[in-house]
């Protein structure tokens, strides 16, 4: 005789339900974008905003609720969570430094400018913001972490989607296509600093408590740094010797998580742990990690990732917005552009480039897809942003990406263009990983974490 779920079991169930759906939707809405010249990331994220209250959530029958329930969301954040995680580690294993230091001139003139600019607006029109978005879930936001969280979210370049983006329109071998990707690493290594500051600062009780934070977690990189690092490096070459590389996705997916509860447990968010794992993890023998450990983690990517878009859509409410809020988005969306914009262009312009590629850079500069949803989200957990705060903010990061794909194209810079070294920079750079072939002319190596799972 047939006996009745219980409940547990019939959340576990619709959560499971509401991945698949998840994930079909996704599917379709991406590839959809991508059809109108779009990063799969705007179609997925555009599926969570309509499959939110800000569309499906509208109609009568509370479809959005049966579909998610609130008992099944912490299942779908959780499973979304560990997508994210081994994303982050990607991203940190798959940090080119021979990027940087090939062209560290132009690069840092471009992202120093472009960062400095864009904090500050952030940073100033937070001040002017404060007062309506002070109070989150009932709990006082500091006015020092909004205001520094703001600057560091309008900083960012998504360095994953820009590398999609560059590969897709052909100019990864032009040199506006090599200096855009080495400046938004920097961008976002400066905005990942910025954001452990804030994920400090707003889960510290008092001075003392930050102060204890930031000692931990300068210890923790200390530790990770000088004894996982060589660990790591030893565990390697043993498993290789032992023939156990098929059991090196297991391991390493077991030190991230490991890595991001320390930093959770610290008082700074977990992508941190799973970013600095990455950075510390070997990156040989290439060839044996790129079957057993790149190609499975991207796998999973593809996999995981689209429940964190979906789930980030779900937080969106475009109907709660303000006359006010929509005023508020405005003057987002300007700051956000304005400082990527002008931020990018000005070093361009000293640089003598010509005034399309100069419009070229700024454009792929203002590109903050996947890297700012993964910040906002952090926002959200660390009590930083309220709805409507995130909602905006979420438009904003959509909107930016968007231009890209009907802009890029009017600006006419020519595929084919080779490459000359940007100042600094050398004329053939180093591959990131052994495996990766050096390039023709000027065009960095492209992560694969940047073609993989996330960089859609």
Not at 296 to 301: D, F, K, N, S, W
Request: with cysteine.
């Amino acid at each position: 005789m047939h006996s009745p779920a219980s409940h547990a079991e019939l959340v576990t169930a619709t959560a499971v339900a509401g991945v698949a759906f998840i994930l079909i939707a996704g599917a379709l809405l991406g590839r959809l974008a991508q059809r109108f010249h779009q990063p799969a990331v705007v179609g997925e994220i555009i599926g969570g905003i309509l499959l939110g209250p800000s569309a499906l959530g509208l109609l009568p029958g509370d479809i959005t609720g049966r579909l998610f329930p609130a008992e099944a969301r912490p299942l779908l954040s959780a499973i979304a969570q560990i997508g994210l995680l081994l994303f982050m580690f990607m991203i940190g294993w798959e940090f080119d430094l021979g990027l940087l230091r090939k062209r560290r001139t132009a690069a840092a003139a471009v992202s120093l400018s472009s960062v400095v600019l864009a904090f500050g607006l952030g940073a100033g029109l937070a001040v002017l913001l404060y007062s309506g978005h002070s109070t989150v879930h009932g709990k006082h936001v500091s006015g020092t972490a909004f205001a520094l969280f703001l600057g560091a979210a309008m900083a960012i370049t998504a360095f994953p989607v820009l590398a999609r983006i560059l590969t897709d329109s052909r100019l990864m071998h032009t040199r506006v296509g090599a200096l855009a990707l080495a400046s938004a690493a920097v961008d976002d290594l400066l905005a990942w600093c910025v954001l452990a500051l804030v994920s400090a600062i707003a889960t510290a009780s008092g001075s003392g408590t930050f102060v204890q934070t930031l000692a931990l977690s300068l210890a923790y990189v200390a530790v990770m740094l000088l004894a996982v690092r060589p660990l790591l490096a030893t565990l390697f070459r043993r498993l290789v010797r032992a023939n156990a590389l098929p059991h090196l996705m297991v391991i390493v997916a077991g030190g991230v998580f490991l890595s991001a509860y320390a930093t959770t447990w610290i008082g700074i968010h977990p992508i941190f742990g799973a970013f600095l794992f990455g950075l510390v993890t070997p990156r040989q023998p290439a060839d044996a990690l790129q079957l057993h450990l790149r190609r499975p983690l991207g796998t999973v990517g593809r996999l995981l990732m689209p429940v964190f878009f979906i789930i980030t859509g779900l937080g969106v409410d475009i109907g709660g917005l303000t006359r006010r809020n929509y005023l508020e988005l405005a003057a987002i969306l300007a700051v956000a552009c304005a400082g990527k914009l002008i931020g990018a262009s000005a070093p361009a312009l000293a640089m003598r480039m010509p005034w399309r590629q100069v419009a070229t850079l700024g454009l792929l500069m203002n590109t903050r897809g996947l890297t700012e949803l993964i910040i906002l989200n952090a926002g959200v957990s660390l009590g930083v942003l309220d709805t409507s705060m995130f909602t905006m903010m979420v438009i904003m990061a959509v909107f930016t990406t968007a231009l890209v794909g009907p802009l890029l194209p009017r600006l006419g810079v020519a595929p084919a263009e080779t490459a000359g070294p940007a100042a600094g920079a050398a004329a053939v750079p180093e591959p990131a990983h052994p495996d990766e072939p050096a390039l023709v002319g000027d065009e960095p190596a492209v992560p694969e974490s940047a073609r993989g799972p996330a960089a859609q």
